[in-house]
Protein backbone atom coordinates (compact mmCIF):
# COMPACT_ATOMS: atom_id res chain seq x y z
CA UNK A 1 0.00 0.00 0.00
CA UNK A 2 2.72 2.43 1.12
CA UNK A 3 4.38 1.63 -2.63
CA UNK A 4 0.73 2.50 -4.39
CA UNK A 5 0.53 5.87 -1.77
CA UNK A 6 3.61 6.89 -2.81
CA UNK A 7 3.81 5.91 -6.84
CA UNK A 8 0.30 8.32 -6.55
CA UNK A 9 1.20 11.33 -5.17
CA UNK A 10 4.91 11.48 -6.52
CA UNK A 11 3.57 10.51 -10.49
CA UNK A 12 0.08 10.54 -10.52
CA UNK A 13 -2.02 7.40 -12.01
CA UNK A 14 0.56 7.74 -14.96
CA UNK A 15 2.98 5.84 -12.43
CA UNK A 16 1.30 3.36 -12.52
CA UNK A 17 1.36 2.13 -16.58
CA UNK A 18 5.42 3.76 -16.68
CA UNK A 19 7.18 1.21 -18.82
CA UNK A 20 3.98 -0.24 -20.43
CA UNK A 21 4.47 0.33 -24.01
CA UNK A 22 7.47 -2.20 -24.46
CA UNK A 23 5.37 -4.95 -23.17
CA UNK A 24 2.57 -4.66 -24.51
CA UNK A 25 4.85 -4.42 -28.08
CA UNK A 26 6.79 -7.76 -26.90
CA UNK A 27 3.70 -9.82 -24.96
CA UNK A 28 2.05 -10.87 -28.18
CA UNK A 29 5.34 -11.91 -29.46
CA UNK A 30 6.66 -13.20 -26.44
CA UNK A 31 3.27 -15.58 -25.69
CA UNK A 32 3.48 -16.48 -29.75
CA UNK A 33 6.89 -17.97 -29.49
CA UNK A 34 6.09 -19.32 -25.79
CA UNK A 35 3.16 -21.08 -27.19
CA UNK A 36 4.28 -22.38 -30.25
CA UNK A 37 7.76 -23.82 -29.05
CA UNK A 38 5.47 -25.64 -26.24
CA UNK A 39 2.97 -26.91 -28.51
CA UNK A 40 5.49 -28.44 -31.06
CA UNK A 41 7.61 -29.95 -28.53
CA UNK A 42 4.68 -31.69 -27.16
CA UNK A 43 4.08 -32.77 -30.43
CA UNK A 44 7.49 -33.47 -31.28
CA UNK A 45 7.60 -35.41 -28.01
CA UNK A 46 4.58 -37.31 -27.98
CA UNK A 47 3.84 -37.45 -31.49
CA UNK A 48 0.26 -36.55 -30.94
CA UNK A 49 -1.70 -33.76 -32.01
CA UNK A 50 -3.70 -31.48 -29.68
CA UNK A 51 -6.71 -33.10 -30.71
CA UNK A 52 -5.66 -36.41 -30.49
CA UNK A 53 -3.96 -35.68 -26.70
CA UNK A 54 -6.94 -34.92 -25.50
CA UNK A 55 -8.55 -38.40 -25.88
CA UNK A 56 -5.30 -39.85 -24.85
CA UNK A 57 -3.75 -39.99 -20.81
CA UNK A 58 -1.55 -37.06 -21.07
CA UNK A 59 2.33 -37.38 -20.55
CA UNK A 60 3.18 -34.86 -17.70
CA UNK A 61 6.79 -35.43 -17.98
CA UNK A 62 6.34 -34.50 -21.73
CA UNK A 63 4.29 -31.41 -20.32
CA UNK A 64 6.63 -30.16 -18.03
CA UNK A 65 9.81 -30.92 -20.96
CA UNK A 66 8.19 -28.86 -23.61
CA UNK A 67 6.88 -25.93 -21.60
CA UNK A 68 10.70 -26.02 -19.74
CA UNK A 69 11.72 -25.98 -23.51
CA UNK A 70 9.46 -23.08 -24.30
CA UNK A 71 10.47 -20.98 -21.08
CA UNK A 72 14.10 -21.27 -22.03
CA UNK A 73 13.59 -20.36 -25.85
CA UNK A 74 11.02 -17.46 -24.88
CA UNK A 75 13.44 -15.87 -21.95
CA UNK A 76 15.94 -14.89 -24.47
CA UNK A 77 13.27 -13.37 -26.77
CA UNK A 78 11.70 -11.39 -23.41
CA UNK A 79 15.13 -10.23 -22.45
CA UNK A 80 15.49 -6.65 -23.99
CA UNK A 81 12.13 -5.88 -23.55
CA UNK A 82 11.67 -6.93 -20.02
CA UNK A 83 15.41 -5.11 -19.26
CA UNK A 84 14.07 -1.96 -20.87
CA UNK A 85 10.61 -2.28 -18.88
CA UNK A 86 12.16 -2.95 -15.39
CA UNK A 87 14.81 0.06 -16.20
CA UNK A 88 11.79 2.96 -16.67
CA UNK A 89 9.53 1.29 -14.13
CA UNK A 90 12.36 2.12 -11.46
CA UNK A 91 12.97 5.66 -12.32
CA UNK A 92 10.69 7.05 -9.32
CA UNK A 93 12.44 10.55 -10.25
CA UNK A 94 9.46 12.64 -11.01
CA UNK A 95 8.90 13.85 -14.41
CA UNK A 96 9.25 17.50 -14.68
CA UNK A 97 10.15 19.45 -11.62
CA UNK A 98 12.25 22.48 -11.45
CA UNK A 99 15.71 21.99 -9.38
CA UNK A 100 14.98 18.02 -9.94
CA UNK A 101 17.25 16.11 -12.34
CA UNK A 102 15.17 14.77 -14.69
CA UNK A 103 15.13 10.85 -15.06
CA UNK A 104 17.84 9.58 -17.04
CA UNK A 105 15.71 7.55 -19.81
CA UNK A 106 12.85 9.74 -21.58
CA UNK A 107 11.40 6.65 -22.56
CA UNK A 108 11.74 2.71 -23.94
CA UNK A 109 13.45 3.83 -27.54
CA UNK A 110 15.92 6.54 -25.38
CA UNK A 111 16.34 3.94 -23.09
CA UNK A 112 17.51 1.14 -25.57
CA UNK A 113 20.13 3.28 -27.22
CA UNK A 114 21.68 4.28 -23.78
CA UNK A 115 21.88 1.04 -22.85
CA UNK A 116 23.50 -0.12 -26.35
CA UNK A 117 25.89 2.95 -26.09
CA UNK A 118 27.02 2.70 -22.90
CA UNK A 119 27.06 -0.84 -22.32
CA UNK A 120 27.36 -2.60 -26.30
CA UNK A 121 24.07 -4.40 -27.86
CA UNK A 122 25.51 -6.88 -25.12
CA UNK A 123 23.80 -4.82 -22.20
CA UNK A 124 20.33 -5.06 -23.49
CA UNK A 125 20.67 -9.06 -22.51
CA UNK A 126 21.72 -8.15 -18.94
CA UNK A 127 19.85 -10.10 -16.47
CA UNK A 128 19.11 -12.97 -19.43
CA UNK A 129 20.65 -15.72 -17.43
CA UNK A 130 18.62 -14.85 -14.25
CA UNK A 131 15.53 -14.80 -16.61
CA UNK A 132 16.41 -18.04 -18.23
CA UNK A 133 16.84 -19.32 -14.72
CA UNK A 134 13.25 -17.67 -13.55
CA UNK A 135 11.40 -19.10 -16.37
CA UNK A 136 12.90 -22.83 -17.34
CA UNK A 137 11.46 -24.26 -14.91
CA UNK A 138 8.38 -21.95 -13.70
CA UNK A 139 6.95 -22.50 -17.31
CA UNK A 140 7.23 -25.74 -17.32
CA UNK A 141 5.20 -25.98 -14.12
CA UNK A 142 2.95 -23.34 -15.89
CA UNK A 143 2.03 -25.76 -18.61
CA UNK A 144 2.25 -28.87 -16.28
CA UNK A 145 -0.18 -26.74 -13.60
CA UNK A 146 -2.79 -26.05 -16.53
CA UNK A 147 -2.82 -29.33 -18.51
CA UNK A 148 -3.40 -31.03 -14.79
CA UNK A 149 -6.07 -29.18 -13.70
CA UNK A 150 -7.88 -28.72 -16.40
CA UNK A 151 -7.08 -32.86 -17.12
CA UNK A 152 -8.85 -33.14 -13.66
CA UNK A 153 -11.96 -30.79 -13.81
CA UNK A 154 -13.09 -32.10 -17.35
CA UNK A 155 -14.59 -35.83 -17.48
CA UNK A 156 -13.06 -38.63 -19.62
CA UNK A 157 -12.64 -37.93 -23.62
CA UNK A 158 -14.27 -34.64 -23.22
CA UNK A 159 -13.05 -31.47 -24.35
CA UNK A 160 -12.32 -28.61 -21.86
CA UNK A 161 -15.32 -25.84 -21.02
CA UNK A 162 -14.86 -22.06 -20.81
CA UNK A 163 -14.82 -22.43 -16.93
CA UNK A 164 -12.28 -25.30 -16.99
CA UNK A 165 -9.83 -23.13 -19.30
CA UNK A 166 -10.42 -19.78 -16.79
CA UNK A 167 -9.81 -21.26 -13.92
CA UNK A 168 -6.84 -24.23 -14.92
CA UNK A 169 -4.90 -21.10 -16.60
CA UNK A 170 -5.90 -18.60 -13.52
CA UNK A 171 -3.76 -21.33 -11.07
CA UNK A 172 -0.66 -22.24 -13.19
CA UNK A 173 -0.41 -18.09 -13.47
CA UNK A 174 -0.35 -18.27 -9.54
CA UNK A 175 1.63 -21.48 -9.21
CA UNK A 176 3.93 -20.19 -11.56
CA UNK A 177 4.88 -16.76 -10.29
CA UNK A 178 4.69 -18.61 -6.71
CA UNK A 179 7.92 -20.64 -7.70
CA UNK A 180 9.24 -17.67 -9.54
CA UNK A 181 9.21 -14.94 -7.41
CA UNK A 182 12.71 -15.45 -5.86
CA UNK A 183 14.41 -15.23 -8.89
CA UNK A 184 12.05 -12.69 -10.15
CA UNK A 185 13.55 -10.54 -7.14
CA UNK A 186 16.71 -11.53 -8.23
CA UNK A 187 16.65 -11.08 -12.25
CA UNK A 188 14.95 -7.48 -11.44
CA UNK A 189 18.25 -6.22 -9.22
CA UNK A 190 20.77 -7.73 -11.56
CA UNK A 191 19.21 -5.67 -14.25
CA UNK A 192 18.88 -2.65 -12.67
CA UNK A 193 22.95 -3.57 -11.48
CA UNK A 194 25.45 -1.72 -13.69
CA UNK A 195 23.22 2.03 -14.01
CA UNK A 196 25.37 4.02 -11.81
CA UNK A 197 27.49 1.53 -10.20
CA UNK A 198 28.19 -2.44 -10.38
CA UNK A 199 26.66 -3.20 -6.64
CA UNK A 200 26.66 -7.01 -7.61
CA UNK A 201 29.81 -9.45 -8.80
CA UNK A 202 27.18 -11.72 -10.33
CA UNK A 203 24.42 -13.72 -9.79
CA UNK A 204 25.11 -15.86 -6.91
CA UNK A 205 26.26 -12.50 -4.84
CA UNK A 206 23.39 -10.70 -5.80
CA UNK A 207 21.52 -13.50 -4.06
CA UNK A 208 23.79 -14.20 -1.37
CA UNK A 209 24.18 -10.09 -0.32
CA UNK A 210 20.70 -9.54 -0.69
CA UNK A 211 19.56 -12.28 1.77
CA UNK A 212 22.70 -10.87 4.09
CA UNK A 213 21.46 -7.62 4.05
CA UNK A 214 17.31 -7.89 4.01
CA UNK A 215 16.77 -11.24 5.14
CA UNK A 216 15.16 -14.36 3.14
CA UNK A 217 11.69 -12.72 2.96
CA UNK A 218 13.55 -9.94 0.32
CA UNK A 219 13.49 -13.17 -2.14
CA UNK A 220 9.26 -13.14 -1.81
CA UNK A 221 8.45 -9.64 -2.15
CA UNK A 222 5.68 -8.54 -4.42
CA UNK A 223 4.10 -11.95 -4.55
CA UNK A 224 0.78 -11.01 -3.04
CA UNK A 225 0.56 -8.59 -6.28
CA UNK A 226 1.78 -10.58 -8.68
CA UNK A 227 -0.34 -13.12 -7.44
CA UNK A 228 -3.40 -11.21 -7.74
CA UNK A 229 -2.72 -10.39 -11.47
CA UNK A 230 -1.72 -13.50 -12.70
CA UNK A 231 -4.61 -15.60 -12.30
CA UNK A 232 -7.01 -13.01 -14.17
CA UNK A 233 -4.22 -12.39 -16.96
CA UNK A 234 -3.49 -16.32 -17.64
CA UNK A 235 -6.86 -17.33 -17.41
CA UNK A 236 -7.60 -14.93 -20.26
CA UNK A 237 -4.33 -16.06 -21.91
CA UNK A 238 -5.58 -20.05 -21.40
CA UNK A 239 -8.87 -19.37 -22.08
CA UNK A 240 -7.93 -17.35 -25.77
CA UNK A 241 -5.12 -19.88 -26.56
CA UNK A 242 -7.65 -22.99 -26.18
CA UNK A 243 -10.31 -21.55 -28.45
CA UNK A 244 -7.87 -19.61 -30.88
CA UNK A 245 -6.31 -23.38 -31.33
CA UNK A 246 -9.92 -24.81 -32.07
CA UNK A 247 -11.20 -21.73 -34.22
CA UNK A 248 -7.92 -22.18 -36.42
CA UNK A 249 -7.22 -26.14 -36.56
C1 LIG B 1 7.27 -17.93 -15.63
N1 LIG B 1 6.67 -16.75 -14.99
C2 LIG B 1 6.11 -17.14 -13.70
C3 LIG B 1 7.65 -15.71 -14.84
C4 LIG B 1 5.59 -16.21 -15.85
C5 LIG B 1 4.46 -17.19 -16.13
C6 LIG B 1 3.24 -16.50 -16.63
C7 LIG B 1 3.49 -15.53 -17.74
C8 LIG B 1 2.29 -14.65 -18.02
N2 LIG B 1 2.44 -14.05 -19.34
C9 LIG B 1 2.12 -13.57 -16.94
O1 LIG B 1 2.42 -12.43 -17.26
O2 LIG B 1 1.71 -13.89 -15.83
Not at 51 to 62: D, F, I, S
Not at 173 to 200: C, E, F, H, N
Amino acid sequence: MDCVIKTYRRESVLGFFKGMSFPIGSVAMVNSVLFGTYSNSLLLLSSTSPQERKAQPLNYGYVFVAGSIAGFVQAYCLAPFDLIKVRLQNQTEPRTRPGVAPPQYRGPLHCARSIIQEEGPRGLFRGAWALVLRDTPTLGLYFLTYEGLSRWLTSDSKEPGSATMLVAGGFAGIMSWTIATPMDVVKSRMQMDGLKRRKYRGLLDCVISSARQEGPGVFFRGLTLNSARAFPVNAVTFFSYEHLLRFLS
